[in-house]
């Protein structure tokens, strides 16, 4: 086990940040995991846990014991009624090389989850979603080693308390665990979820003449990939924003003002209202300041393109929240964990 002093975590995080950490180190097993946790210096500083860095923004030096998540491995156990199958991955393993994985033992469920950056064991914390699926939809449960005590605990899909880019685990158990391990429930007769967003207009782009789970999942690849820049080449974290829920009698009132404004229903009184048409129209699309700034394709993507701060990027970040606020009344929530 090597613990580092003083490390620097620019190769830790998709944003490209340089911050430095008080102690770095990799565990790969409960085991190593709870012999880090009985270090003394590791003991001495508060934890934070780092899987691919896809969903933190660096604003200082953490002062903190940084430990990068390295538990792999994937195991399948059949269901008795021979049409689903249990997937158990390690919380260390890359969440688009679980559903590759998926995809090669023709197991549904995940495929409009596709290119999703990060690791499995981040993924029921937000509960990640994208074009119309979300990580709750087939969870079953997850195991995470308490840091108090050092005991793995078993969480079931009502404990986690799944929200819209929400868990317990971003509320009250924050800080309190560390995820080991996801068991997902995957079906082995597939229906197939074309509906929402482009993947229809993909597929008949590409000419898909038998949908299939790899179709689907190429077809997301597709859209994520022509809208979301690479982080290997400019610093990001994906979408920084959430789509926000409003009152159904405001995006009434906004309906009126701006008649182009999409939403979609999520109860009969709420409707989500598309961050990046918000930012857009707010004309923060494709706009530079200095080494970062909003992506041309993108407005929901914040980047550094090489040498920005994170405070830079943070103050970008609440400047748009000002100002869809002013002009439309809505606030804007950062998905993006801010340190």
């Known amino acids: 086990m090597t613990i580092h002093k003083e490390a620097s975590l620019r190769a830790y995080n998709t944003f490209g940040i340089d911050a430095t950490a008080s102690l770095l180190a990799e565990f790969a097993s409960v085991e190593e995991l709870r012999e880090l946790l009985q270090n003394t210096e590791v003991q001495a500083l508060p934890k934070l846990i780092l899987g691919g860095g896809s969903n933190v923004l660096f ?4 002062e903190a014991a940084v430990l990068l998540n390295r538990i792999k491995g994937v195991i399948q156990t059949e269901e008795p009624d021979g049409k689903h199958v249990l997937v158990t991955s390690g919380s260390g393993e890359t969440w688009h090389d679980l559903v590759l994985y998926t995809l090669e033992h023709d197991l549904g469920g995940i495929e409009n989850l596709s290119l999703i950056p990060g690791t499995v064991g981040a993924a029921p914390l937000q509960n990640i979603g994208a074009y119309g699926v979300e990580l709750k939809d087939t969870f079953v449960s997850l195991e995470a080693l308490e ?5 793995v605990v078993s969480f079931n899909k009502e ?3 799944f929200g819209y880019r929400e868990s317990v685990f971003k509320k009250e158990a924050k800080g309190k665990y560390i995820v080991t391990s996801v068991t997902l429930r995957l079906t082995k007769e597939h229906t197939f979820n074309t ?3 482009a993947i229809q207009d993909t597929l008949n782009q590409q000419e898909v003449k038998e949908l299939s789970l790899k179709a689907i ?11 979301l820049p690479d982080p290997a080449k400019i610093g990001n974290a994906g979408s920084f924003f959430k789509n926000p829920e409003i009152p159904l009698a405001l995006f009434e009132i906004l309906k009126s003002q701006y008649p182009g404004i999409p939403g979609y229903p999520v109860t009969p009184e709420s409707v989500k209202v598309p961050a990046g048409w918000l930012i857009e129209q707010c004309g923060w699309k494709g706009k530079v300041l200095g080494q970062h700034g ?8 914040l980047v550094n393109y090489g040498g920005a701060a994170g405070n830079d990027v943070k103050t970008l970040a609440y400047e ?3 100002s869809v606020d002013e002009k439309f009344g809505i606030a804007l929530t950062p998905e993006v964990n801010i340190i």
């Open 59 to 62: 604003t200082q030096d953490v």
């Open 147 to 151: 840091i108090a005590t050092g005991e």
């Open 159 to 161: 404990q986690c308390g």
């Open 195 to 197: 509906s929402y967003g």
């Open 217 to 227: 999942s190429e077809a997301v690849c597709h859209i994520r990939r022509s809208k």
């Open 294 to 301: 909003v992506h041309k394709d993108q407005a929901l993507v």
């Open 320 to 322: 748009i929240i000002k």
